[in-house]
């Protein structure tokens, strides 16, 4: 089923067709995404970027957006918050570990910045704290704003998934969690590492939002999917 559905969504050219594959797609994925996340039901297809389809669905106290491969792997999720002042808020990433060193991250930022611009939304962190979505969005031309308690690090990632992260100026204590979760170690001194900020808020670069994506509505459905009630699009 799931190979035929991946060769519709590939080979197709009638848009119509292909966002119906897409969406029976990831249909077909609901059963294994709802293990670990209730919501999982009410994903709805809104695009495309590269290779990945994606998705909104509402999330604890607000929305994500889904990255799922063209096999219906889930490749990563944004979770976002409405923020002040039609914001919307960054506050989480994950990235699945068979997919990162990929530039996933990037891709997955670079689609939420389009959605900002078409709908007329300010893009806005949440404090960050992961190591390597601090160098996600430097590298996306995110520029960590001032705080009492910032600290700046170095960080590099491992071929084998692991992080290493040598704090320069301040310090963060991770916990044990966190450590596991992100296969965090600290270490002395870093020689290839790239230098970002963590426990900080990040702002957009100034001229965002302009990579290529596919969508299935215009500015006004961007805006709604970052700061509507998903509620109203959801069957």
């Not at 009410?42 to 994606?54: E, F, M, P, W």
């Not at 992100?182 to 670069?205: F, W």
Request: aromatic share 6%; glycine share 10%.
């Amino acid at each position: 089923m799931r190979v035929l559905l991946t060769t519709a969504f590939a080979m197709t050219t009638a848009l119509d067709t292909r966002w119906d594959a897409a969406t029976a797609l990831l249909a077909s994925t609901v059963p294994a995404r709802r293990t670990r996340d209730h919501r999982a039901k009410h994903a709805v297809v809104i695009g495309a970027v590269d290779d990945l389809i994606t998705a909104v669905q509402p999330d604890r106290g607000g929305r994500k957006l889904l990255f799922l491969a063209s096999d219906g792997a889930l490749v990563g999720e944004l979770g976002l918050m409405t923020g002040a002042d039609d914001e919307s808020l960054l506050r989480g990433a994950r990235v699945d570990e068979n997919a990162r060193g990929r530039g996933r991250a990037a891709t997955m930022l670079n689609f939420w910045l389009r959605l900002c611009r078409l709908g007329g939304v300010s893009p806005t962190t949440s404090r960050i704290n992961k190591p390597l979505l601090a160098l996600a969005l430097t590298s996306a031309g995110f520029v960590p704003l001032e705080a009492d308690d910032a600290c700046v690090c170095d960080v590099a990632s491992g071929d084998d998934g692991g992080v290493s992260v040598a704090f320069v100026d301040g310090a963060y204590s991770f916990s044990e969690t966190e450590r596991e979760s992100q296969r965090l170690s600290v270490v002395p001194e870093l020689v290839n590492g790239r230098r970002v900020t963590l426990h900080a808020n990040y702002a957009p670069p100034p001229d965002f939002g302009h990579a290529a994506v596919e969508l299935r509505g215009d500015g006004a459905e961007c805006r709604r999917w970052l700061t509507g009630k998903l509620s109203l699009f959801v069957e």
